[in-house]
């Protein structure tokens, strides 16, 4: 049986396992291949512990409670058109041995229940086109590609780096 449980950025075997799954993630290709630098994943849980908005939550099996499976990384954001708020899924990653056991489906479902209770009206998420597994995972879990109007096309991502 699979549990989700919220990562609590003070603990520092919550710490330890949220960078494992956050750089486990980096270093598959869909997350760019390389190992995140130390000096970030030395950072991340001290910035996302009072992070306005940011939840994160890692899935594990019942049986074995201090192996984690997975992890989702979401931030709150807002719409204006709908004036309620939005949960982004920023970040989400399955250990390649724990896949297409329904952990990442887990993770999605009690993110949907958490978005519901705080009156979401939608929740978000980017993936790459090439990364056809995760996007047809997705779209089976209900989410579709955005578009305002039909005849305006899909929304493309886009991202400045700041120097």
């Known amino acids: 049986m699979i549990e989700i449980k919220a990562v609590d950025f003070s603990n520092s075997i919550d710490c330890k396992h949220f960078c494992e799954l956050l750089n486990h993630y980096a ?15 030395e950072k991340v849980c001290v910035d996302l512990r009072n992070w306005p ?7 594990f099996e019942k049986e074995h409670p201090d192996e984690p499976l997975g992890l ?14 939005i949960l982004n899924v920023h970040d989400i990653v399955v250990k390649r041995e ?32 090439g990364n056809t597994q995760a996007l047809n995972a997705y ?19 886009l991202q400045k780096w700041m120097k």
């Open 53 to 59: 908005g940011a939840l994160s939550f890692m899935a």
């Open 72 to 85: 989702i990384n979401c931030f709150m954001a807002y719409s204006t058109f709908k004036a309620k708020p």
């Open 27 to 41: 270093m598959d290709p869909m997350g760019g291949g390389e190992s995140l630098p130390i000096a970030t994943l």
């Open 98 to 129: 724990s896949r297409y056991q329904g952990v990442g489906r887990k993770m999605l479902t009690h993110i949907e229940e958490h978005a519901k209770k705080m009156g979401c009206c939608k929740l978000t998420l980017e993936v790459l086109t």
């Open 139 to 157: 779209e089976a879990f209900g989410f579709e590609r955005y578009q305002l109007q039909a005849d305006k096309g899909h929304a493309v991502f």
